[in-house]
C-alpha cells in the first residue's frame, strides 16, 4: 500500500474556475493548458447538501404528462426498452416516455447531457455510465433521488445492495441501477476438452498460467491461449480483477488514497506484461476480445456479462462461463462491477423528475429486471427478480448472477476521477503493447491521477 496518506478534500491548491464550466470542458477532454486558460471566478468547496438537508418536497406535485428519456442502448437495448415503455403506457396512460436515442455510447450521451447544460433541451431521465455519473454530482446537474423514492414508493432492500450501492455519495442515492454487468471469464468448451482441462474456468491466474501452455499446444489453430479485453474500454474495469487479487488496486478501498504504484499493484501489471511478452500465451485484442473468442483465435477472454447473449449468438462451439480467477493474495472478491444506470437531471420541472421516477419504479420491476437481462445478458437488478426464465435461455448466465454475491464496489480512483480510465488505459497499453517499464508506467500514472484529484475533484466535493 502506498506510503502516501490519503487525500482530504479541499485540502490542497487547484487552479480557480467555475465549477460547472470547468467540469464541463474536464469531461470533454480539453487539455490542462486549455483550461488554464479559462480562469474564471472560484467556487468554494463544500457548499452541496445532502438529499435530506435539501428540503425537496414532491407532494402535491402532479407527474408531468410527457418525459423524453436519453439512452446509449448500451447491449443493443433499444428493442427491449422500447418493449417496456410500451408496456408502461399500457399500465399507465397519463405519463408518455419518449425512448431517445442520444449516443452511441456512454461518452456521447455524456457530452450531448454537457451541452444541454449551457442552453438546450435537457431529457428528463437518462442513462448514467459508472464513470460518468460523479462528474454530474460535482457539476451539482442531478437530483438526489431519496426524496422522489419516497414519493413514488421505491424500496431499496430489493436492489441487489453493491449494485445499489455505486451510485450512493454523502449519504444519498443518485441513481438506480438498470444495465449493470460484471466482466466474466468466457471460454472454449471444445479447446479445453482438447487440452485436457475441467471444464470450468481457473481459480485462479496462477493455475491458468499453468493450463495456457496446454491450450497453446492442443492442436486448435488459435493465436493465443488467452485474449486482453481491448485496453481502450476495458483495462481499467477488468484489470481491477488482477490488481485486488494481488492485494492492490487503483486506489485504496473506499479512498482517493492513489495506491496504482504500489508493490502488489505492480506485481499484478507485471503479471499481464508477463503473460504478453515473456510467456506468450497472451494477446491484446485490438478491438473486441469477445470477437477473438467467437472466431476461434483465442480460448478464453475476459468480457461484461452484458455481452452474453452476443457472444452465445456468435460462437459456433459451446460457450463456457466462470467467475473471475483470484490472485496469490486475494481469491474473492475479486470481481468488479460495472456498467450503468438511471437518474434524474436537476434543472427540469419537479412534475418531470415525479414523472421520470414513476417510470424507473416500473422500467427496474422485478419483472422488468428479468425482461432487459433475458434480452440483453446484463444482470438482474432486484433480489427478487425471477431468474428461471433468465437460465433457461441461457446457462451461463447463471455463473454471472452468482458472482454477483462476491462482487467489490470499483475502486474510486477509476470511477470518481474524470478522465482517469482513458489514463488506465493509456498507461496499460504502454505496458502490454510496447513493453514499457511497468513501475516507470505505474509511477506515471500515479502523479496524473493525483493531479486529476488535486485539480479537478477535490474543489468540488
Known amino acids: 500500500m502506498s506510503a502516501t496518506p490519503p487525500f482530504r478534500p479541499g485540502t490542497l491548491a487547484s487552479a480557480a474556475l467555475d465549477r460547472r464550466r470547468f467540469l464541463g470542458l474536464a469531461g470533454l477532454g480539453l487539455s490542462a493548458a486549455a483550461l488554464a486558460a479559462c480562469s474564471g471566478p472560484s467556487t468554494a468547496p463544500g457548499a452541496r447538501a445532502s438529499a435530506a438537508a435539501t428540503g425537496i418536497d414532491y407532494s402535491g406535485v402532479k407527474p408531468a404528462a410527457e418525459?423524453?428519456?436519453?439512452?446509449?442502448?448500451?447491449?443493443?437495448?433499444?428493442?427491449?426498452?422500447?418493449?417496456?415503455?410500451?408496456?408502461?403506457?399500457?399500465?399507465?396512460?397519463?405519463?408518455?416516455?419518449?425512448?431517445?436515442?442520444?449516443?452511441?455510447n456512454?461518452?456521447?450521451?455524456?457530452?450531448?447531457?454537457?451541452?444541454?447544460?449551457?442552453?438546450?433541451?435537457?431529457?428528463?431521465?437518462?442513462?448514467?455510465?459508472?464513470?460518468?455519473?460523479?462528474?454530474?454530482?460535482?457539476?451539482?446537474?442531478?437530483v438526489p433521488l431519496d426524496p422522489l423514492m419516497d414519493a413514488v414508493g421505491i424500496e431499496t432492500d430489493d436492489y441487489r445492495d453493491s449494485l445499489l450501492a455505486d451510485y450512493q455519495y454523502e449519504d444519498s442515492q443518485w441513481a438506480i441501477p438498470w444495465a449493470r454487468s460484471t466482466p466474466l471469464f468466457y471460454y472454449n468448451k471444445a479447446h479445453w476438452a482438447a487440452a485436457g482441462l475441467p471444464d470450468r474456468s481457473p481459480k485462479t491466474w496462477d493455475e491458468f498460467?499453468?493450463?495456457?501452455?496446454?491450450?497453446?499446444?492442443?492442436?486448435?489453430?488459435?493465436?493465443?491461449?488467452?485474449?486482453?479485453?481491448?485496453?481502450?474500454?476495458?483495462?481499467?474495469?477488468?484489470?481491477?480483477?488482477?490488481?485486488?487479487?494481488?492485494g492492490g488496486g487503483w486506489s485504496k478501498k473506499g479512498s482517493f488514497d492513489i495506491t496504482c504504484n504500489s508493490e502488489p499493484s505492480a506485481a499484478a501489471i507485471q503479471f499481464l506484461q508477463d503473460s504478453v511478452y515473456k510467456n506468450g500465451w497472451a494477446g491484446?485484442?485490438?478491438?473486441?476480445?469477445?470477437?477473438?473468442?467467437?472466431?476461434?483465435?483465442?480460448?478464453?477472454?475476459?468480457?461484461?456479462?452484458?455481452?452474453?447473449?452476443?457472444?452465445?449468438?456468435?460462437?459456433?462451439?459451446d460457450v463456457g462461463a466462470g467467475f473471475l480467477p483470484g490472485g496469490p493474495k486475494e481469491i474473492s472478491p475479486v470481481c468488479p462491477t460495472g456498467g450503468a444506470g438511471v437518474g434524474i437531471p436537476k434543472d427540469i420541472?419537479?412534475?418531470?423528475?415525479?414523472?421520470?421516477?414513476?417510470?424507473?419504479?416500473?422500467?427496474t420491476s422485478p419483472e422488468n429486471a428479468v425482461t432487459f437481462s433475458k434480452a440483453t445478458g446484463y444482470l438482474p437488478v432486484r433480489k427478487s427478480a425471477k431468474v428461471d426464465d433468465i437460465i433457461a435461455a441461457a446457462p451461463q448466465a447463471k455463473v454471472a448472477i452468482e458472482q454477483l454475491d462476491v462482487?467489490?464496489?470499483q475502486d474510486w480512483a477509476r470511477v470518481f476521477l474524470p478522465g482517469a480510465?482513458?489514463?488506465?488505459?493509456?498507461?496499460?497499453?504502454?505496458?502490454?503493447?510496447?513493453?514499457?517499464?511497468?513501475?516507470?508506467?505505474?509511477?506515471?500514472?500515479?502523479?496524473?491521477?493525483?493531479?486529476?484529484?488535486?485539480?479537478?475533484?477535490?474543489p468540488n466535493i
Not at 106 to 132: C, T
Not at 221 to 240: C, D, E
Open 67 to 104: 418525459i423524453t428519456w436519453w439512452s446509449s442502448n448500451p447491449g443493443s437495448s433499444q428493442e427491449v426498452s422500447q418493449q417496456i415503455v410500451d408496456a408502461f403506457h399500457a399500465s399507465q396512460p397519463d405519463i408518455k416516455v419518449s425512448l431517445v436515442t442520444a449516443g452511441a
Open 106 to 142: 456512454y461518452e456521447e450521451i455524456a457530452q450531448k447531457f454537457q451541452a444541454a447544460q449551457s442552453g438546450g433541451q435537457l431529457p428528463d431521465l437518462m442513462v448514467f455510465s459508472d464513470v460518468w455519473w460523479f462528474r454530474y454530482f460535482m457539476q451539482d446537474s442531478i
Open 209 to 246: 498460467s499453468e493450463w495456457a501452455p496446454k491450450l497453446q499446444a492442443a492442436g486448435t489453430g488459435v493465436q493465443h491461449a488467452f485474449q486482453h479485453p481491448a485496453l481502450a474500454g476495458y483495462a481499467g474495469w477488468s484489470f481491477q480483477n488482477n490488481l485486488w487479487g494481488w
Open 284 to 317: 491484446v485484442a485490438s478491438n473486441d476480445s469477445v470477437n477473438d473468442l467467437t472466431a476461434g483465435a483465442a480460448s478464453a477472454t475476459i468480457a461484461s456479462t452484458g455481452s452474453l447473449v452476443t457472444v452465445l449468438k456468435a460462437a459456433q462451439f
Open 349 to 363: 420541472p419537479k412534475e418531470n423528475q415525479l414523472a421520470a421516477a414513476t417510470f424507473i419504479k416500473f422500467l
Open 407 to 409: 462482487t467489490r464496489p
Open 421 to 458: 480510465d482513458q489514463e488506465m488505459a493509456k498507461t496499460c497499453a504502454n505496458i502490454l503493447t510496447s513493453q514499457a517499464d511497468v513501475q516507470s508506467e505505474l509511477d506515471g500514472l500515479k502523479t496524473t491521477l493525483e493531479t486529476i484529484y488535486n485539480r479537478d475533484v477535490a
